[in-house]
């Protein structure tokens, strides 16, 4: 089992924020998340999840008239913003995800099971996401 510590960090101690320290994520660090976060269980391995990092002023600006009103002055001020969404074609890679059966005939050619499964996996992928960056010590 997980020391107390570690439990305190990743659940019992774990909450939303809405402010950052003055401190840059290194792309280690992001790295680091990716790879605890990658192999997190999504149905029959699907792993739709992708992710796109952006930290500069530049790109901030281009995302910030996308964002509610609510979440602009967190977003500009964090160090690093991650956009977690889903790709659409996920399923053309479980040949080699989920291989002992044909697993890309489920999704293929049926968008509302596409879009369904997308949306679920990549939403627990995020949340494996928050856990994975608390694990490297970033809220």
């Not at 990743?10 to 790879?35: C, K, M, P, T």
């Not at 029959?44 to 990092?53: D, K, M, Y």
């Not at 369904?116 to 010590?137: C, D």
Request: charged residues 25%; aromatic residues 10%.
């Amino acid at each position: 089992m997980l020391d107390q510590n570690s439990l305190d960090t990743l659940f019992i101690n774990a909450r939303s924020h809405n402010g950052w320290l003055d401190q840059d994520v290194s792309d280690e660090q992001i790295h680091q998340i990716y790879e605890l976060m990658k192999f997190g269980p999504t149905a029959a391995n699907n792993c739709p999840v992708r992710i796109t990092f952006i930290k500069s002023d530049a790109a901030k600006q281009k995302l910030k008239t996308h964002l509610d009103e609510g979440n602009v002055e967190k977003s500009m001020s964090a160090p690093v913003v991650a956009i977690i969404s889903y790709d659409i074609e996920f399923y053309e890679k479980l040949e080699f995800l989920f291989p002992h059966t044909d697993a890309k005939s489920w999704y293929a050619g049926n968008p509302e099971k596409i879009k369904s499964a997308g949306e679920m996996n990549a939403t627990l992928q995020g949340a494996y996401f928050m856990l994975a960056a608390r694990a490297v010590g970033l809220d």
